[in-house]
């Protein structure tokens, strides 16, 4: 009887075992629990109170300046960018209501911020991860961007050139089409490249951004 019953279990043993091994090979990755750390475990939507700007041709209704986020990754680096979008609305924005050759918040309001969760290369230069604010000087030719420690001001009232941790310039380009509110998105690319692109009125800047 003992025998009989051993014989009995050992066969249920290997039942079990073929059956697993005959599973395809996409039910037995399925019972697998994913990995930790992955893109969906990121919150890419925007904040309480934040918008997401979008393309954007035609003016709106909408008075003032829009709080506002942009989310992207860049290889496994989350980024954040958040800041005060403002409108066209019919007036002169490069070289009159944005003075060229001058600190700009880059935005309205509070200093534009970037936040990423990892070590970074922005412009070709490392940046650790870590929140710090983006400033530019805009020019007619070319550009200068900046991340500035002190992230948290009004405007560029407290900036001081001291606080950089880095700067770097681009050539700005015309964008493909008007872009009524000023807006920041986050391109991913392959292996772990990828963009910030600035897009206000009839001006696009690009910045390189690639995952250390």
Request: proline share 5%; aromatic share 8%.
């Amino acid at each position: 009887m003992k025998k009989t019953f051993t014989r009995f279990a050992l066969g249920l043993g290997l039942s079990a075992t073929l059956t697993y091994c005959n599973q395809p090979e996409q039910a037995r990755d399925q019972e697998t629990p994913p990995a930790q750390g992955s893109h969906s475990e990121h919150n890419m939507q925007p904040s309480e109170g934040a918008n997401t700007i979008r393309v954007q041709a035609e003016p709106d209704t909408l008075k003032g300046s829009l709080k506002a986020e942009a989310h992207g990754m860049i290889g496994d680096a989350h980024l954040t960018i958040a800041y005060h979008s403002p409108a066209v609305r019919g007036r002169v924005i490069w070289g009159g209501l944005v003075a060229y050759n001058q600190v700009w918040v880059t935005g309205a309001h509070s200093a534009t911020s970037l936040m990423t969760d990892k070590a970074i290369t922005i412009g070709g230069k490392a940046l650790p991860a870590g929140k710090y604010a983006l400033f530019t000087i805009p020019g007619e030719q070319e550009w200068t961007i900046i991340i500035n420690k002190n992230w948290e001001q009004h405007l560029a009232d407290d900036y001081k050139e001291a606080e950089d941790v880095l700067r770097f310039t681009v050539k700005p380009e015309v964008a493909p089409t008007k872009q009524e509110r000023l807006r920041y998105e986050i391109i991913s690319g392959e292996d772990g490249e990828g963009s910030i692109q600035i897009t206000w009125d009839m001006l696009r800047v690009t910045l390189p951004v690639s995952q250390q």
